[in-house]
């Protein structure tokens, strides 16, 4: 089992940016594929950004290609998004997961086994 936790949420103007992080307790990550989701109210959680397992591809939604950067630190043990430019409309709860996908980048969320609670991030116009 592995327990993953963001951080890195919160209120921002447009224009702005911030750096969410996941971790697993000191875990590391390494053997894992990893994504991050996004889920607005009254709306279907959705793929923002992946990383395939070994970490030599990334993949990005078509509204944050360019604006947002998904990472790994050296050691492996946290997985970051970050986030510049922010709109309003990237109002939404941001949740990591991790997968055992040992292919490519995974875009759908019931191919990851493990998920964080998520962390809020709210853009003001």
């Known amino acids: 089992q592995v327990q993953l ?3 890195g949420g919160g209120l921002v103007q447009a ?3 911030l750096r969410l992080s996941c971790s697993a307790a000191g875990r590391t990550l390494a053997s894992y594929a ?3 989701f996004r889920q607005a109210p009254g709306k279907e959680r959705e793929f923002v950004a992946g990383m395939n397992w070994n970490g030599d591809k990334n993949s990005y939604m078509d509204s944050v290609e360019g604006r947002f950067t998904i990472s790994r630190d050296s050691a492996k043990t946290t997985l970051f998004l ?3 430019s922010l709109k309003p409309e990237d109002t939404a709860v941001y949740y990591c997961a991790a997968s055992f996908s040992r292919v490519a980048v995974v875009k759908f969320a019931s191919g990851y086994v493990y ?3 998520g962390t809020q991030v709210t853009v003001s116009s």
């Open 5 to 7: 936790v963001e951080s």
């Open 34 to 36: 990893m994504g991050w």
């Open 82 to 84: 970050q986030m510049n």
């Open 115 to 117: 998920w964080g609670q």
């Open 15 to 17: 224009g702005g940016s």
